[in-house]
């Protein structure tokens, strides 16, 4: 029926016509109730009060159904709301299992130095760097010039005799 507490009627009463929302042509009849009962007309009132019960029933009826719908509403904001909170909390909770899977399936948590399967050469992975998400290579890496390996102490030294032969150990014989 629409929204009826704000659609204006025409009523055809015993006076002719009442046009009005439902609240005006109840407060209408009224009046025309309380004037038929100073003029002593107990006929006239009662017809003019059954109009108005009629329309006072309508209005009730209406804003019970308006008040119904609008709680049917809340209610489904309500569940909207818990649903959406619900995703929300699920997002939050999962974000931070997928952040360690992630870090694991790079080899490491980039802070540890890696070794290769050569000449025990180190690759640091430069912890002070930010995190781009890329593994670094040897190739991606300036070359840093080598340096010259000291010798043993119990190996001679290269280049000949130092002339203090006591010192170094003999060749077993």
Same mark, same amino acid.
């Given at each position: ?11 055809s ?21 309380r ?23 309508m209005?009730?009826?209406?804003? #019970? @159904? +308006?008040? *119904? /719908? &609008? $709680? !049917? =509403? %809340? #209610? @489904? +904001?309500? *569940? /909207? &709301? $818990? !649903? =959406? %909170? #619900? @995703?929300?909390?699920? /997002?939050?909770?999962? =974000? ?20 290769t399967?050569g000449?025990?050469d ?8 930010p ?12 070359s840093r010039?080598?340096r010259?390996?000291k010798?043993?102490?119990?190996q ?18």
């Amino acid at each position: 029926m629409g929204n009826i507490v704000n659609r204006v009627f025409d009523s055809s009463g015993p006076e002719g016509k009442v046009r009005g929302t439902p609240q005006q042509i109840i407060d209408k009849y009224n009046q025309l109730a309380r004037d038929a009962q100073l003029a002593g007309d107990r006929v006239a009132v009662e017809n003019f009060q059954q109009h108005s019960e009629h329309y006072t029933r309508m209005l009730s009826e209406a804003q #019970r @159904e +308006q008040d *119904a /719908r &609008r $709680e !049917q =509403q %809340e #209610r @489904e +904001q309500e *569940a /909207r &709301r $818990e !649903q =959406q %909170e #619900r @995703e929300r909390a699920e /997002r939050q909770q999962n =974000q931070p299992q997928q952040q360690p899977q992630q870090r694991d399936s790079r080899g490491g948590d980039g802070d540890q130095a890696e070794t290769t399967g050569g000449g025990g050469d180190v690759i640091d992975t430069a912890p002070d760097l930010p995190d781009s998400g890329l593994v670094e290579t040897p190739e991606s890496k300036p070359s840093r010039p080598r340096r010259s390996r000291k010798p043993r102490g119990d190996q001679q030294p290269q280049g000949g005799d130092t002339g203090g032969g006591s010192e170094a150990p003999e060749a077993a014989e």
